[in-house]
């Protein structure tokens, strides 16, 4: 900002300086100049004739943030270190997405607790030492100030969401013969309908805390508490109850607005009572009342939850279409999205509608949203039969051109369904387009933690699928743990990624993230790091540092913790841990994995035991090569013969040990000369 101000009286003493110079009679005051400068001097006087003149504002009046989105601008994001909301405390940094979706929600759970406690016992907090006050960050009086039995007292308890109190003091005042205004019983219905007859979060605090406290309860005979699943649209409170407070009161009201009515539907769509919903909307018809549009788009999107049939939703969608028109109600921009959400769940139907409902969005100068593009993409690619990415490439055209804001819950969704449509398309150039939009602006912040996970996962996996390896590790730098900690899905796809590429020497560095992302228990991980480090043979220094990684999972394997189980032994681990250790001369190692082929009952290959004999005669090892032969024999396996042969040839042995040799036998050589015996 300084550097602007400084900026803007330079240009005024420009023009001061520029007025100085001209005289009263508007002719321009000459200088001497050498005869050098003559040039220079028409250039100046034709740049002169040409310029354009300048206008100083009076007034610019800056945005409250300017400062801190200059600093910003000149900050670019650390790829080491982890998401904002983790930095003030660094023994709650996360390790993967897991940790970072328990860490969020507890960092926001101890806000609430905050909350609780100022809400609970506001008497300790009421000491202002902020100079000046802000009255908006002082905590606020949640208890009732007005006593006894009136509607002020009734409209306070409603201010403060006090649903039970309010239910009671309602009653009473009906019994007492007081009467309610319409007003004040509208503004009943609106809490009980918001609530679903439920109560209100403070009040679930205070129950709970009641229940602690209540003597002669033994703790074992506490009943745990239940969860609540949210599931498809429907709320996550408590679901509409029969003949609950909002009903009872409805039926024993003098009278009734519109607004009496359109409450009541909303309320039960929002707590999964279409068709009563449907049966109030009747009613309200009846009564000749018209409802506003929000009760029409709450009605629209109850359509799925009312026919079965595709076609049948339709038909009432445009039903309510029509009774908006005849109602004289102008439909907005959440009429539409309501259309679109019910026409997801149309088939065909909806991808032959969907189409008109946006062209006639464009009639009415209805601007979508990013919800309205997420029902679009959603409608035409999700499910077997994908659809060419022209609807994706005009809905890029668009997002790319705006910032957007939030106006529908919906708009969250859109980023992680067009990354989504990206990856079935497999169109690694519309992902980049998506990307560059959504850096856009505040874009971004459309992505919450889990969000922002999905987005990134996906977005990865698609590099992986079609970018060049080194464009795929420079994204996984920069992106990890920045904005996202990859899955098991994402290490698998760079596994698989540098595996076509033929980069393996990059797989010592994976398996450390592996370590750090808390992947290293992961058995199909394992298999694939493991396969591939053991498929082919590497100069001398990767195959050092692969050995290193066997080293580690063999560690991993045999650490007992006391919440972790001991992780089993495979063949195939088996085998590909001691393939590792033969490459690079560690006989003892490999030895050891190959006992515990026979400790696990599982048989080796013959390339891993062709391997370890490899091993042991590069290191002079006759004894580990005679003990491998001893376990092929114990196995009955057949190529226990070909060892031995090769044993007496490529070793030096001394008596004893052509001895021990010649006294092995295979249990399948032994029972044949018993069955032999038996025959003779």
Known sequence: MAARRLGGSSWQQVVSLSRRCCLPGGRTEHYRCSSSSTALGKTVEKSEATREEIVLPRKKTWDKLAVLQTLASTVNRDPTAAHYMFQDDPFLTPRNAGNARLFSLSKESGKNAAKYIIKQFPQYFDKIFAEPNVPCLMPEALTPQIEGMSEEALKERIHLRRVKDSVDLFDQLVQAGTPVSLETTNSLLDLLCFYGDGESTLEKEEGQKEDLEEPGVNASEQKPPQRQFQRGSQSSGSRWRENNSAERIFKIMPERNAHSYCTMIRGMVKHGASAKAYDMYMDLLNERHKADVHTFNAL???????????????????????????????????????????????????????????????????????????????????????????????????????SFTPQDPDDANFFATAMQACCDLKDIKLAYRLNKAMEKGDNWKFLDMDRLNAYWSKFFSLLCMMEQIDVVLKWYKEMSPAVFYPTPKNILDLLQALDAA?????????????????????????????????????PEEIQLAFAKCAEDIKAVHEQ????????????????????????????????????????????????????????????NHPDEAIKLVKLAASLGLPSSQRLKSRTEKEFELSEKQKKTLESIKSDSDSSDSDSDSDHD
């Not at 102008?330 to 769940?345: C, D, E, G, I, S």
């Not at 464009?362 to 993409?377: F, K, Q, R, V």
């Not at 992947?519 to 480090?533: G, V």
């Open 300 to 402: 629209i999107t109850a359509v799925p939850y009312l026919k079965e049939r595709f076609l049948e939703r339709w038909e009432l969608a445009k039903v309510f279409l029509n009774h908006m028109a005849q109602q004289g109600v102008q439909p907005n921009l959440l009429t539409f999205n309501a259309l679109l959400k019910t026409l997801r769940r149309c088939g065909g139907v909806g991808r032959s509608m969907s189409l008109l409902v946006m062209k006639e969005m464009e009639a009415l100068g209805i601007e979508p949203s990013l919800a309205t593009y997420d029902h679009l993409l959603f409608i035409f690619y999700r499910g077997v039969d994908l659809c060419p990415p022209g609807i994706l490439l005009e809905v890029l055209d668009d997002v790319e051109k705006r």
């Open 502 to 538: 033929n980069h393996l020497e990059a797989i010592p560095s994976v398996w450390e993230d592996m370590k750090q992302l808390g992947f290293s228990r992961r058995r199909d991980l394992l298999e694939e790091l493991l396969s591939l480090m053991s498929r082919e043979q590497h």
């Open 560 to 619: 007992t913790g006391r919440e972790q189980a001991p992780l089993e032994w495979t063949g195939s681990v088996l085998g590909h841990v001691a393939l590792l250790f033969s490459r690079v001369g560690r006989t003892r190692d490999a030895w050891n994995m190959m006992e515990r082929f026979q400790q696990i009952n599982r048989i080796p290959t013959e390339r891993v035991m062709d391997e370890f004999l490899n091993c042991a005669k590069k290191t």
